[in-house]
């Protein structure tokens, strides 16, 4: 779909995060990049076994170098020999709100070009203060993992989670959808909530969220190291879906308020689930070190984002050079996402061994008042 980014009137600001404009499937036909997500920082306040990046309280912060970015980024949306442009910016982490006078020096400049931005957090700060200033930076929508509404699971899952964190979430997920904000909540699903995956829609529903995201944990970071105690396998997890189908009827399937989708899981397409087989198909991720990759799951290498190295225009270009070769109808074939339902094949552009090395003059605090 194309959506002029240049009108102020008549728009949907939302366009890019519904379901029906999602690329779904069929991704062995070349589909254009028009997203980039932005690893914000390493660090965290919560240490998720589940976590997809290795990152936890505690670990160096590694700070994302938010002027060379928006060289680069802005480089490529204004090259008039690149049909290619970013309708979308994510920054993620790490939890990004450790961060937020960052996130506002990123989404700021970025909205004001009318590109859809969206924040990717566990939601443990997403208080009043934080969702007002999210909100009059321009931020679009935020997404928010939901994993259980139960304290004694969430310590188990999350280390250095509080007992009050379930309903905290729910606030604040309360807080983000009152303030407009696109509210986009992703119920992780494995071992410690198979069984909760349905009332956890329900919860969702009635709050009035956008969308629920179901996405089964994927065996990368600390998931991959976690594996034997959070992932389902194959056959448990084809149970699962088509039990939780069964249980929220095919009008909640299809429904647009909320929407539901699954991610990165094509088998419950045959329960009749909105199914994006991808969640990366159209993004670039771009690392603090300066790395961009094809998404954070799998280890295929486009290059350097930083200005020096080309650019994000250069990462585009790279992109299509090696598009058929690491991307199959399903998404990226290297990805360990499919060890939920298939295999996945080897790594065709490999990430340098000290990708995640950080570069001299990196940053490793925060700057004073960023957490506010």
């Known amino acids: 779909m ?28 070349y589909v254009p990049v028009d997203a980039v997500e932005v690893k914000i920082l390493d660090a965290c306040n919560r240490a998720c076994t589940f976590c997809v990046n290795e990152d936890y309280s505690g670990k160096q912060v590694n700070l994302f170098d938010s002027t060379l970015f928006l060289h680069s980024l802005f480089d490529w949306v204004d090259d008039p020999y690149e049909a290619e442009k970013p309708a979308a910016l994510y920054l993620t982490g790490g939890e990004p709100l450790i961060a937020l006078d960052e996130v506002e020096k990123i989404v700021r400049p970025v909205a004001e070009r009318q590109i859809a931005t969206r924040l990717v957090t566990n939601g443990t700060l997403l208080n009043k203060q934080r969702v007002s200033r999210l909100a009059e930076m321009g931020l679009t929508g935020v997404k928010v993992t939901y994993t259980s509404t139960e304290s004694e699971r969430l310590f188990k899952i999350v280390k250095g989670s509080h007992r009050e964190d379930p309903q905290r979430l729910l606030d604040g997920i309360r807080r983000a959808k009152d303030a407009g904000l696109w509210t986009f909540v992703r119920i ?3 071992r410690h909530n198979y069984d909760e ?16 995201q179901m996405k089964p944990w994927i065996a990368s970071g600390l998931a991959a190291i976690n594996s034997d105690e959070l992932l389902l396998n194959p056959e448990e997890l084809l149970t699962l879906f088509s039990q939780t189908a069964e ?24 329960f009749g689930y909105t199914v994006k087989d991808c969640a990366n198909i159209s993004k670039i991720y771009c690392e603090p070190s300066g790395n961009a990759l094809i998404c954070n799951f799998a280890d295929e290498y486009l290059g350097s984002w930083r200005p020096e190295d080309g650019g994000l225009g250069a990462v585009v270009r790279r992109r299509r050079e090696i598009y058929q070769q690491t991307i199959d109808e399903h998404g990226v074939a290297s990805c360990p996402a ?7 094949q080897a790594v065709v552009s490999p990430v340098p061994t000290d990708w995640k090395k950080r570069k001299e003059g990196d940053i490793n605090e925060l700057p004073a008042g960023t957490n506010t």
């Open 338 to 344: 499919r060890f939920n339902w298939s295999e996945p």
């Open 247 to 270: 249980a929220i009827g095919i009008e909640a399937l299809q429904a647009t308020k909320p929407e539901l989708t699954v991610s990165c899981y094509p088998p419950a397409r045959s």
């Open 188 to 190: 992780g699903i494995g």
């Open 197 to 212: 995956v349905v009332k956890i829609y329900q919860l969702m529903r009635d709050i009035g969220v956008d969308v629920i």
């Open 2 to 29: 194309t959506q002029n980014n240049n009108s102020t009137t008549d728009i949907d600001r939302y366009w890019k995060f519904r379901a029906q404009n999602l690329p779904q499937s069929g991704f062995q036909n």
